[in-house]
């Protein structure tokens, strides 16, 4: 187990060190500012949207390592997918992240390195932030907060 852990803790750091997809996108159809008032961390999602996929996706800001590797992993899951696959993809990973941690969750590939967050509350806010500006975009609301 602790192999695993510290595969996660790679990933995670690896994503916040070099971040994918983190840039403005110009030629965005949608855009969202989110924001965790808990810990400060702030980005804004820039969704470009061609025949209802999700064909490119970005985002700017800044907060801690777990917002950053979060955003960062969000945006390559859901690059190529449909808004209506996007949309489930948020609720499973919200239902990861806010299972009690004592409890099995769904093996979501590289996203569940994020999983730990749930043995950290306040944590869960950070892994979430990008995924519900995401919706936000999504469903044209300008911006979004954690709280």
């Not at 187990?1 to 110009?26: G, K």
């Not at 696959?85 to 806010?98: I, Y």
């Amino acid at each position: 187990m602790s192999d695993l852990s510290d595969l996660y803790q790679e990933v995670i750091l690896d994503h916040n060190r070099r971040p994918r997809n983190f840039h403005v996108l110009a030629d965005a159809s949608h855009s969202a500012e989110g924001y965790n008032p808990l810990c400060g961390d702030r980005l804004t999602l820039y969704l470009k949207l061609a025949d209802g996929t999700i064909s490119d996706v970005s985002f700017e800001g800044a907060g801690c390592a777990i917002s950053k590797a979060s955003a960062s992993m969000m945006t390559d899951a859901v690059k190529g997918r449909t808004m209506m696959e996007a949309g489930a993809l948020f609720e499973r990973f919200h239902k990861m992240v806010t299972t009690p941690p004592e409890q099995p969750v769904e093996d979501m590939g590289k996203l569940s390195s994020l999983a730990g967050v749930r043995e950290f509350p306040v944590r869960v806010k950070c892994a979430s932030l990008a995924w519900h500006t995401l919706k936000a975009a999504m469903e044209h609301k300008s911006k979004v907060s954690t709280e």
